[in-house]
C-alpha cells in the first residue's frame, strides 16, 4: 500500500531540490549580461523540463530560450547558458556519486569509474576558459563579436557557485527518492541514515539517463537507480521505487509547468496573448 501523503512530499521535495539548478542558470546569465527577472528565468526552467520527453533534448533548450526571448536577452548567449547549467548539473551530480561511491561503495567500483568518467566528460567544459572555446567553435557571435566578449564575464566564481548550489540541489532530491520509499513502507524514519545512498544513486541514475538521450532518460534512469539500490531493497522493490519516483517527478512538472505557465500569462488577473510576459 502506497501512502500518497509521502509522495506528495517527494513531488514536492523535488520541486525544491531543482530550484538551485534555476538559481545558478539565473546567476549564469545574469553574469553573462542578461537583464533577465529571477521569476521569468524559474519559469522558463521549469517549463523548459518538458521538453527532454522530446526525443533529442533539443526542445528543452527552445523552450527555454523561447520564454526568455524579449529585451534584454540574447538568444545565443541565452542558448550558451543553457549548455553551461546542464554541463554544470551533470558533472556535479556524477562528482557526488564518485566521491560516495569512493567511500561506501567500494565494493562496486564500475559505479566508481562510471561516476568519474561522467564527470570528467561534462565537467571539463565547465571551467571558463574551456567552455569559452567551445562556444567559439561553435561559431557563436561570428555575426557579433561583442556577444562572445561577454563571456568573459565567466570565472572560476561561477564554476565554485555552481558547484554548491548543484550540491544542495542533488541533496534534496537524494531526499525526494527517500520519501518515496517511505511511500512505500521502505526506508529509514531518519533521512540522514542512507542519505548519501539515496543521493548517489539519485544522482548517478538521473545523470546517465540524461547523458543516453532517451526522452526523459526513460527505461535507462530506471535500469541504474534499480541496479545500485537492488542490494539494499531488493530487486523488485528497487524497480517499483525507480518507476514511482519517475511517476512523482513527472506529475510535479506537469503541475508547476501548467501553474507558471497560466501564471506567467495571467499576471494580474487577466491573461495576455503575450506568452512572454513576466511573470
Same mark, same amino acid.
Given at each position: ?9 517527494? %513531488?514536492?521535495?523535488?520541486?525544491? %531540490? ?7 542558470? =539565473? ?7 542578461q537583464r ?5 528565468? *524559474? +519559469?522558463?526552467?521549469?517549463?523548459? =523540463? ?9 526542445? #528543452?533548450?527552445?523552450? +527555454?530560450?523561447?520564454?526568455? +526571448? ?6 545565443? /548567449? ?7 547549467? !546542464? ?9 557526488l ?9 567500494? %565494493? ?5 569509474w ?11 567544459? !565547465? ?6 572555446? /567551445?562556444? @567559439? ?10 556577444? *562572445? ?9 561561477t ?13 534534496? $532530491? ?5 520519501? #518515496? /520509499? ?21 544522482? $548517478? ?7 543516453s ?9 530506471e535500469?541504474? $537507480? !534499480?541496479?545500485?539500490m ?17 511517476? #512523482? ?10 501553474? /507558471?505557465?497560466? %501564471?506567467? @500569462? ?14
Open positions: 500500500q502506497v501512502d500518497f501523503l509521502w509522495l506528495a512530499a517527494s %513531488g514536492g521535495l523535488y520541486l525544491l %531540490g531543482t530550484l538551485p539548478f534555476a538559481l545558478f542558470w =539565473h546567476r549564469t546569465l545574469r553574469t553573462l549580461g533577465v527577472r529571477f521569476g521569468k528565468t *524559474v +519559469r522558463a526552467y521549469y517549463i523548459g =523540463h518538458l521538453g527532454k520527453y522530446v526525443p533529442g533534448k533539443a526542445m #528543452v533548450v527552445v523552450l +527555454r530560450a523561447g520564454l526568455l +526571448r524579449g529585451p534584454g536577452v540574447d538568444a545565443s /548567449l541565452a542558448v550558451a547558458s543553457i549548455f553551461y547549467e !546542464t554541463l554544470m548539473m551533470m558533472s556535479t551530480g556524477a562528482l556519486a564518485a566521491s560516495i561511491a569512493a567511500f561506501w561503495f567500494r %565494493g562496486q567500483p564500475l559505479l566508481f562510471t561516476a568519474l568518467g561522467i564527470m570528467a566528460v561534462a565537467g571539463l567544459p !565547465t571551467l571558463p576558459p574551456i567552455f569559452k572555446r /567551445l562556444v @567559439r567553435l561553435a561559431g557563436v557571435g561570428r555575426m557579433n563579436p561583442a556577444t *562572445v566578449e561577454k563571456l568573459d564575464n565567466l570565472g572560476y566564481g564554476v565554485i557557485l555552481g558547484w554548491a548550489l548543484n550540491a544542495i540541489g542533488w541533496a534534496i $532530491l537524494g531526499l525526494s527518492f527517500w520519501a #518515496v /520509499l517511505r511511500a512505500m513502507g521502505l526506508g529509514e524514519n531518519n533521512p540522514f541514515g542512507q542519505f548519501h545512498l539515496y543521493t548517489a544513486a539519485v544522482s $548517478l541514475a538521473t545523470v546517465a539517463g540524461f547523458i538521450m532517451m526522452p526523459g532518460g526513460a527505461v535507462v534512469r535500469a541504474v $537507480l !534499480t541496479e545500485l537492488a542490494p539494499y531493497l531488493g530487486g523488485g522493490a528497487a524497480l517499483i521505487g525507480a518507476i514511482l519516483l519517475r511517476l #512523482v517527478w513527472l506529475v510535479a512538472e506537469m503541475v508547476i509547468s501548467g501553474i /507558471l505557465y497560466l %501564471g506567467g @500569462r495571467c499576471w494580474g488577473g487577466s491573461c495576455s496573448a503575450d506568452p512572454n510576459r513576466n511573470p
